[in-house]
Antibody, heavy 116, light 109 residues
Framework: QVTLKESGPALVKPTQTLTLTCTFS??????????VSWVRQPPGKALEWLAR???????LYSTSLKTRLTISKDTSRDQVVLTMTNMDPVDTATYYC????????WGQGILVTVSS | DIQMTQSPSTLSASVGDRVTITCRAS???????LAWFQQKPGQAPKLLIYRASSLESGVPSRFSGSESGTEFTLTISSLQPDDFATYYC??????????FGQGTKVEIK
């Protein structure tokens, strides 16, 4: 059974750096062809794809956010970490990690609020 | 980046209606790497269709996807009560960043 779970702070202040961890089970990110993404969704708004990391450590980022994002993986711990710098209230959203393409397995999401 | 323009943004329909949602890509999507997701309030998205027209395992056959050039369509042949939700297209070109469409909310008429 594949599961993913996001963890991190529920509240961050403007200008701070957000660090989110996705802990997964049921697969290994060292398996060829697999990839894990981060997706966010502001309250009442659309999904926004942020970044992905692949089995071979290839990394791709949203063009509009790439200067603020860093994604990494720890295969031994079955974790993927996303950092986002210079947080702003408009970054308030539910952040999901997901194994996608192939497959589709999502975490429950974590609501991150940016407020002073 | 490939931009996805989804329409309509909201759709009002009745149970039993045939529903069509369209997604237009700003450029050609190689290998039909286009997916459709369904999302209900408070839930993570659920994959319905991948490779533009392949039905994900366990998804009812009333859902179908098609492709014509840069235009992609999700069709629900006979809308059921469980289908009232928001639908998103997503391109997933394996060599570039991915993007979602803006979403289509299917409401009860």
């Amino acid at each position: 059974q594949v599961t993913l779970k996001e963890s991190g702070p529920a509240l961050v202040k403007p200008t701070q750096t957000l660090t989110l961890t996705c802990t997964f089970s049921g697969f290994s990110l060292s398996t060829s062809g697999l990839r894990v993404s981060w997706v966010r969704q502001p309250p009442g708004k659309a999904l926004e794809w942020l970044a992905r990391i692949e089995w071979n450590d290839n990394k791709l980022y949203s063009t509009s956010l790439k200067t603020r994002l860093t994604i990494s993986k720890d295969t031994s711990r079955d974790q993927v970490v996303l950092t986002m710098t210079n947080m702003d209230p408009v970054d308030t959203a539910t952040y999901y990690c997901a194994r996608m393409h192939p497959y589709s397995n999502w975490g429950q999401g974590i609501l991150v609020t940016v407020s002073s | 980046d490939i931009q996805m323009t989804q329409s309509p943004s909201t759709l009002s329909a009745s149970v039993g209606d045939r529903v069509t949602i369209t997604c237009r890509a700003s450029q050609s999507i190689s290998n039909s790497w286009l997916a459709w997701f369904q999302q209900k309030p408070g839930q993570a998205p659920k994959l319905l269709i991948y490779r533009a027209s392949s039905l994900e395992s366990g998804v009812p056959s009333r859902f179908s996807g098609s492709e014509s050039g840069t235009e992609f369509t999700l069709t629900i042949s006979s809308l059921q009560p469980d289908d009232f939700a928001t639908y998103y297209c997503q391109h997933y070109n394996l060599y570039s960043p991915w993007t979602f469409g803006q979403g289509t909310k299917v409401e009860i008429k």
